[in-house]
Nanobody, 116 residues
């Protein structure tokens, strides 16, 4: 059974940085698309960034130039480096992986709060 465990969330001041990590287990993930979504209170869950097995990335317009997604296939881990954080980045961040055979899998989420 696939398990995704996020870490690295917390409280940060506007303009600060955080690095989220997501460790995957229970499968082989080198062929998966992996990524991050977020959900603010009262809003839908939206894509933040995804990275394909080729290394090609895609970002939401609101985070381009501030967030960087990367992956380490040897560690089955995907990262999200977040810089120049804004209050509107406050949300629960969910790790995501998709495999054509297994379908989508989600982590339990980690809270990111940007506030002074």
């Amino acid at each position: 059974q696939v398990q995704l465990v996020e870490s690295g969330g917390g409280l940060v001041q506007p303009g600060g940085s955080l690095r989220l990590s997501c460790a995957a287990s229970g499968g082989i993930f080198s062929s998966d698309t992996m990524g991050w979504y977020r959900q603010a209170p009262g809003k839908q869950r939206d894509m933040v960034a995804v990275i394909a097995t080729s290394g090609i990335t895609n970002y939401a317009d609101s985070v381009k130039g501030r967030f960087t997604i990367s992956r380490d296939n040897a560690k089955n881990t995907v990262y999200l480096q977040m810089s120049s954080l804004k209050p509107e980045d406050t949300a629960v961040y969910y790790c995501y992986t998709y495999n054509i055979h297994r379908g989508p899998s989600w982590g339990q989420g980690t809270q990111v709060t940007v506030s002074s």
